[in-house]
């Protein structure tokens, strides 16, 4: 009798179990029933191609100096920023010596000798960008992260000079081996003399004649949530939905978290749990983000590596999106004025990804509404800049927005200030 009645109990707490683990799974307190699909997952859809760390890394801007005090700029994907850029990856750069940065007088310099220069933005570390140069590794230079690259002809002197500047502001090595002739330098520097003029004024350039841009609409389509949930979880047929107030949803396995927000448009994905890798340099940071995206959406157009910190323990790793091809170049899309599009960050924890935030919109195939257009140039640029102070960087870009035919791209003037603060120059 005991037995049967220790078995009946057993049977019922069973029972019991199995009950509570579906109210768990399927139905928590206060929230909202399970996603339900037909199979277990959803076949995951590629959102765009896989890209090698090399494809992402290249000068925001070509700068040519001709002496005299005239200059000339080259953005990327026009013909003579091709040109020079692949001729210097073919280069060979060795023999690092370090000095203050304030040893020489670069604006000086930047006048008064014909040369070439490479600007990274924010930096680049000096072992991502071997992976495009021909960098030796040198023990006093491959901790490094480099900002801009100088090269140039100086008097009298048979080989080019080359300058690597850190991107702590601090210091610069000369690459005292540089496979570069100054008649190699020359060619380079006569590419630019029949192109646009440009002024030096306090580090950055203000062009003479105003710069032809591609003002366009393009067709998009936007990239399911179920799409994207497929990748970014394990098994999607478990997760929930939480509705928030700002219209915004919140889809969670309990462990991880995707919001959709922007009526769709913009996901932010979140997993705090995920386990450390436990090495944090820049250099990894960016290749493992480079990984995480190929294998979690892909790519939808072109982009450069911008941003990479590797000093703290929380990290964070941004990638431009790029429009444009040709004649006038590429230019980056920047993604303010509340409207986000254009970049893909991530968010690093001793190497691991632990947040992944980009656009859910990509440009459809066909035929695009487009008109080219001047930006603003010589005295009336000028004048505009004239208004403001702790200028250190001007260019030109892209300001998205949406339009009833599609996604505008609007051509206009940006600066970036000693703040770190970007602006549409108005």
Request: aromatic residues 12%.
């Amino acid at each position: 009798m005991k037995e049967k009645v220790k078995s009946l109990l057993l049977t019922f707490l069973i029972v019991c179990s199995l009950v509570q683990s579906y109210f768990l799974i399927y139905r928590l307190p206060g929230s909202n029933p399970v996603v339900k699909t037909e199979n277990d997952y959803i076949k995951t859809v590629n959102m765009g191609a896989e890209m090698r760390a090399e494809e992402l890394i290249f000068p925001a801007q070509i700068s040519i100096h001709m002496g005299d005090n005239r200059h000339t700029v080259f953005y990327p994907d026009s013909m003579f920023y091709d040109l020079i850029y692949s001729r210097l990856k073919g280069r060979m750069f060795e023999g690092f010596q370090r000095y203050p940065v304030d040893n020489l007088n670069w604006s000086e310099i930047r006048s008064r000798y014909a040369g070439v220069e490479l600007q990274f933005g924010s930096g680049v570390p000096v072992s991502l960008l071997q992976k495009v140069m021909q960098i030796t590794a040198d023990p006093i230079f491959e901790k490094e992260s480099v900002h801009r690259v100088l090269i140039y002809n100086g008097e009298n002197e048979e080989r080019a000079r080359v300058f690597f500047f850190s991107s702590q502001g601090d210091v610069v090595y000369e690459a005292t081996k540089a496979d570069l002739t100054v008649q190699d330098v020359k060619q380079q520097v006569d590419f630019g003399k029949d192109w646009i003029p440009y002024t030096l004024k306090d580090g950055y350039y203000i062009p003479e004649k105003p710069i032809d841009m591609v003002e366009t609409v393009l067709k998009i389509g936007v990239f399911s949530t179920e799409q994207i949930q497929s990748s970014l979880f394990f098994d999607p047929s478990i997760t929930r939905i939480i509705r928030e107030k700002d219209g915004s949803e919140i889809y969670t396995d309990s462990r991880r978290s995707l919001q959709v927000k922007q009526d769709g448009n913009w996901i932010n994905y979140t997993d705090p749990a995920a386990p450390s890798a436990g090495e944090n340099s820049p250099a990894k940071n960016a290749l493992s983000s480079i990984d995480f995206i190929n294998q979690h959406g892909g790519w939808n157009g072109s982009y450069r590596l911008e941003q990479v910190d590797g000093l703290e323990e929380m990290d964070t790793v941004v990638f431009r999106q790029y429009f444009g091809k040709g004649q006038f170049g590429a230019f980056p899309i920047m993604d303010f004025n509340n409207f986000r599009y254009g970049t893909i960050s991530l968010d690093m924890r001793q190497g691991t990804i632990t947040g992944y935030e980009r656009s859910l919109m990509y440009v459809k195939a066909g035929d695009w509404e487009k008109q080219v257009v001047q930006l603003s140039s010589g005295k009336e640029l000028k004048d505009k800049i004239g208004r403001l102070s702790g200028i250190v960087n001007l260019y030109p870009a892209y300001l998205p927005s949406l339009s009833q035919e599609g996604l505008l791209l609007r051509p206009t003037w940006i600066v970036e200030l000693k703040s770190g603060a970007v602006h549409e120059l108005k």
